[in-house]
């Protein structure tokens, strides 16, 4: 059987021992699928109309990228889960829609991650 649950949490101070913040998630992935935990530095990039390669699709790069540490299955250019350096965290979530999925290709969830 297939996993399907896709669980995000958040404590926030008070509830926590030193006012810290507590993100976490778990991924809804085959137990076999090899998911990495992977570093991006800062960076500043240069080259005005370079494209950058999603997992589908390509997008214009960003003058200014902060420093990330990203959760993701090995195969996808985005993330399940990730931080930046500024404590901004954020979960990607399976959502059913009713709508029709679009035959186009485009950006998934985890490549807003």
């Not at 649950?5 to 101070?13: E, Q, R």
């Not at 137990?31 to 370079?50: I, K, R, S, T, W």
């Not at 494209?51 to 420093?67: F, G, H, N, P, W």
Request: aromatic share 8%.
């Amino acid at each position: 059987m297939e996993p399907f649950s896709c669980d995000t949490f958040v404590a926030l101070p008070p509830a926590t021992v030193d006012n810290r913040i507590i993100f976490g998630k778990n991924s809804d992935r085959l137990c076999d699928e090899v998911q990495e935990v992977v570093y991006f530095p800062p960076a500043v990039h240069d080259n005005l109309g370079e494209r950058l390669k999603c997992t589908y699709i390509e997008i214009d790069q960003v003058s200014e990228t902060y420093a990330v540490v990203l959760s993701r299955p090995a195969w996808l250019w985005g993330a399940e889960m990730g931080a930046n350096e500024h404590g901004v965290c954020i979960g990607n979530e399976a959502v059913r829609g009713r709508e029709e999925v679009c035959d186009e290709e485009a950006l998934l969830g985890m490549d807003l991650v």
